[in-house]
């Protein structure tokens, strides 16, 4: 079920996320707007300890310090169920 809230905006804010949907491709502003609300919940999920976590270090150390090697992370995820 896709439930819908209202969202008020300083007009020079939505210009520049209108901007954003343009530069990545978004379909509309909802689209764009669900993955910053995920990702904050799953932040707070890591940060809370409750719930299964899951994380993938995408280059390690060794890698990292390759010449050319530009970025290497952590990118976390949760399974959006709390822990019993």
Partial sequence: MIASFPAA???D???AFDLFLTRHGCQNR??????????NLVDEQWRSE?????????LADRLI?????????L???ATGQASK
């Fill in 75 to 77: 990118t976390a995820t």
């Fill in 13 to 15: 804010l939505l210009a």
């Fill in 50 to 58: 409750q719930g299964a976590v899951v994380g993938v270090i995408s």
């Fill in 30 to 39: 909802s689209e764009a707007a669900r993955d910053p609300i995920r990702k």
């Fill in 65 to 73: 310090a390759l010449r050319g090697v530009k970025h290497g992370g």
């Fill in 9 to 11: 905006l300083e007009s």
